[in-house]
């Protein structure tokens, strides 16, 4: 009896051995859970539906689980659908023990589908703001994506989710002004975080490479961080008729090529406007042409009607309204390219700045002195400044240098209309047109 006991004991054992086995390796194929499961995706909202095929359900012993496994199901909401790869989902023994089964968590790797689906499906069950920022911004596009959720004991989605996947050649609409399209990039989205890398995208046919952007939830703000890089970057008249503002220092551009490096942050509040907006830069401009609003004909005897910067390196910053730009490169103002050196600080009340020109091959002179540059010497022309709100021009320096020539003016004054107000000093050494030397000091006393 006891040998008959005992042999139906390890029968029995091995029978369960080899079912937790295969229920472990193979599983088994059922519809019996797919009331359960899609009761459970209800509860997220009652107008999902989730349609399912046979469920692989395969037991794992260690967690106390059963993984529940089906390929090709659809999730439909609102008339829209979302067609999935593949569905996980964790079922908890004993919920189902006490004939009450509750899912754990939620895997669904979906196939190629349109962003905006996507995107108002998450909406919908994950109640998150800043999906309806990304809704407001996205206009086209595919992605695939893969979606980790999990649920509380009373079914309720936890805060700790997981998408992460691809996007196919999006386009978003930023702000009503850029266009961005033809973009690819891989994403990870949690509540408090999105990343984005490897963003290609296309702006005004131009490509644009972004390595990483961040973008992280604070409060009712969304903090947005990253990198671009462009190797070759070219905007026209026609590509900029929609930047009506910009504008370098009032002057209006009507075409500009660069490379660039780029570091922003900016904020977007709650009704989509950037605020504390910083970048500092690495700019290669090729070319920049600005029509020439200078009426410097007296002084520059072929002046063009553009003024064209050419092969400049320049380090540009902004940040709380204060720009920042320096950088050297050669300029044509007449014939000839000249050179010149430059740093420029932008804020709400001023523009300060300091400028080096440099001619060698061009024509310059100054009728009221009667002096002329000499051709093929090196002048040298140095200008220290600012430019007041009242657009009152303030000039601590100006120094021209060629050979021994001299002539220089401190702490110049000028009013609106271009007349001088006032000055400090005025001191003149150089031989004019007639080869006749002039040495003159003019100083401020009291009065002129």
């Known amino acids: 009896m006891k040998k008959i006991i005992f042999r139906s004991i390890i029968l029995f054992s091995i029978s369960l051995l080899i079912l937790i086995i295969y229920l472990s390796t193979i599983g088994i194929e059922t519809e019996k859970f797919n ?26 012993p260690l967690k106390f689980e059963i993984l529940a496994k089906t390929l090709g199901a ?49 909406r919908l069950i994950l109640k998150d703001p800043k999906l309806y920022l990304y809704e407001h911004f996205v206009k086209t ?11 509380d004991e009373e079914g309720n989605i936890k805060n700790n989710y997981e998408i992460k996947g691809f996007v196919k050649d999006g386009k978003i609409n930023l702000f009503n002004r850029f266009d961005l399209s033809k973009m690819d990039f891989n994403f990870q989205l949690n509540e408090d975080l999105v990343t984005l890398n490897d963003l290609k995208l296309t702006l005004n046919e131009n490509n644009i490479f972004i ?20 190797k070759k970057f070219t905007l026209s008249n026609d590509n900029l008729n929609n930047l009506n503002d ?61 003024i064209k910067l050419e092969k400049h390196q320049i380090k540009l910053s902004y940040e709380s309204d204060n720009l920042t730009v320096e950088g050297f490169g050669q300029i044509l103002l007449q014939k000839k390219d000249d050179k010149i050196q430059y740093k420029i600080i932008k804020n709400n009340k001023e523009i300060n700045f300091e400028t080096k020109f440099n001619t060698i091959n061009n024509p310059l002179k100054l009728n009221l002195l009667n002096y002329q540059k000499k051709p093929d010497t090196d002048l040298v022309i140095n200008i220290k400044g600012k430019k007041f709100s009242n657009e009152n021009f303030f000039f601590k320096k100006i120094n021209l240098l060629e050979e021994k020539n001299n002539i220089s003016i401190n702490n110049l004054s000028l009013t609106k209309d271009n007349k001088i107000k006032e000055f400090d000093l005025i001191n003149l050494n150089y031989l004019d047109k007639q080869n006749l030397k002039n040495k003159i000091k003019i100083f401020k006393k009291n009065e002129y």
Do not use: M, R, W
């Not at 569905?87 to 968590?105: D, Q, V």
């Not at 596009?141 to 649920?151: R, V």
């Not at 009712?220 to 990198?227: E, M």
């Open 141 to 151: 596009g595919y992605l695939i994506s893969e979606i980790y959720i999990e649920f």
């Open 211 to 230: 390595p990483n952007i961040t973008g992280k939830k604070e409060k009712n703000k969304f903090l947005i961080s990253g990198k671009i890089e462009n």
């Open 35 to 60: 009331n359960q499961i899609s009761k459970q995706i209800k509860k997220i909202d009652k107008n999902l539906d989730l349609e399912l095929k046979k469920v692989n359900l395969v037991l794992d």
């Open 246 to 306: 910009l504008e370098i220092f009032d002057f209006k551009i009507k075409k500009v090529n660069f490379a660039s490096e780029n570091d922003f942050i900016f904020q977007i509040d709650d009704k989509f406007k950037i605020k504390n907006f910083k970048i500092n830069s690495n700019i290669d401009l090729d070319k920049l042409i600005l029509p020439n609003k200078f009426e410097l004909n007296n002084i520059f005897p072929k002046l063009k009607k553009e």
């Open 74 to 122: 659809n999730l439909n909401y609102s008339e829209k659908k979302i067609q999935i790869e593949s569905l996980k989902a964790k079922i908890s023994l004993k919920s189902l023990i006490n004939k009450k089964p509750s899912l754990t968590n939620l895997n669904i790797s979906t196939k190629s589908i349109k962003i905006k689906n996507l995107i108002s499906f998450l």
